[in-house]
């Protein structure tokens, strides 16, 4: 099973040096060494001769045991990952319109309507290079005001966003690829340990490692502190158009 090993670590290569996901690339390779750990572990207590087949059992189960929690730091590590980087970007919102405006929210208004007597393909081919304005005026109104379905909407709020935050969303999308790499390097370490421990399921490799490590607050904490910059939203140097 090297070969998912060797595929993990190649391909966290071009994160490495990416702002914000070392510690993303430090917690797969640290579970990249923990498979190393369990495949060397088992093999030399399967080449025990000392050792009935129950007695190999035992102590592989025994020694998974006692690894159990770089099966915890992993998950924590990926779950808390992907909770920030989902708090990120909620966070990421076009401006809010200044509602107290009349004379900008009455243009609005007229904008809305000239969507209105576009035809569906009409609005998703203008609206992308559309002035800003018209981004707004569709956001600030129920779809039914501008005939806009949920496609082209998720469409051009992506725009404000954006238009907002520069290089944002493509830095999100960037780094949640990395975080599913470290849900893969968890899921592949969870599965070696459950099979080299002889475990049916899943379940019953929980169950071990609950056991094991019944108290997790501390990697916990550890995953927390570590992917804490994930949350940040990096500024990108890049001119706005104006709304």
């Known amino acids: 099973m090297s070969g998912i090993k060797d595929f993990v ?3 966290t290569l071009p994160y490495e040096a990416v702002h914000g996901l070392q ?3 430090a917690a797969i390779k640290r579970a990249m060494t923990a498979y190393d750990t369990f495949e060397d572990g088992a093999r030399k207590i399967a080449a025990d001769a000392n050792l009935s087949a129950i007695g190999k059992r035992d102590k592989i189960q025994k020694f ?3 690894q159990s929690h770089e099966l915890v730091r992993v998950r924590k590590h990926a779950e808390k990952a992907k909770a920030n980087v ?3 970007r909620a966070k990421l919102q ?3 319109i200044d509602k107290t405006d009349a004379a900008a929210a009455a243009i609005r208004s007229e904008l809305r309507a000239q969507l209105v007597r576009m ?8 609206l992308p290079t559309a002035d800003p304005m018209f981004w707004y ?4 109104a129920p779809s039914a005001l501008t005939n806009v379905d949920n496609e082209t909407r998720s469409a051009v709020l992506s725009l404000a ?6 290089g944002q969303l493509a830095k999100l999308e960037h780094d949640s690829e990395a975080i599913q790499l470290l849900e893969v390097a968890s899921r592949v370490l969870t599965e070696l340990a459950c099979e080299v421990a002889d475990l049916p399921n899943a379940a019953a490799l929980d169950e071990l490692v609950n056991s094991a490590v019944p108290d997790q607050r501390h990697l916990e904490a550890d995953a927390d502190r570590n992917t804490a910059p994930l949350l940040e939203i990096v500024s990108r140097v890049r001119p706005r158009r104006n709304s």
């Open 94 to 96: 076009p401006p809010s």
């Open 23 to 25: 510690p993303v690339t």
């Open 86 to 88: 989902a708090k990120r």
């Open 137 to 140: 005026a569709v956001l600030e």
């Open 9 to 11: 670590l190649s391909s």
């Open 119 to 126: 035809s569906a393909g009409e609005r998703r081919a203008f």
């Open 64 to 66: 998974v045991s006692d």
């Open 161 to 166: 966003i954006e238009n907002a935050h520069p």
